[in-house]
């Protein structure tokens, strides 16, 4: 394969994984949302399994990341977008 070239992706593919993607974190957002309504973070704290928390936060933080990389990627093809008008 020759160094440079990017394989084009199964666009059909990742359009339906986005939409699983979507239904998922919209589930995740409203547990949360169910706990954070229910308890307070100093309850959650003391009283939760600390090991659960650790991995809650660490699944949190590696979304956050992803979605903050995105948000960064759209905005630079935006500004491409707009140049190019």
């Given amino acids: ?8 992706p199964d666009v059909p593919r990742l359009m339906a994984e986005l939409t ?5 974190l919209l589930s995740a957002q409203c547990a949360m949302d169910r706990v ?9 704290v003391i009283f939760a399994d600390r090991q659960a928390l650790k991995r809650i936060v660490a699944s949190a933080e590696a979304v956050h990341d992803f979605c903050s990389h995105l948000q960064a990627q759209m905005h630079y093809q ?5 140049s190019q008008k």
């Fill in 20 to 24: 699983a993607l979507k239904v998922e």
């Fill in 78 to 82: 935006d500004g491409l977008n707009t």
């Fill in 1 to 8: 394969m020759m160094s440079g070239v990017r394989k084009q």
């Fill in 36 to 44: 954070r309504l229910q308890y307070s973070p100093h309850d959650i």
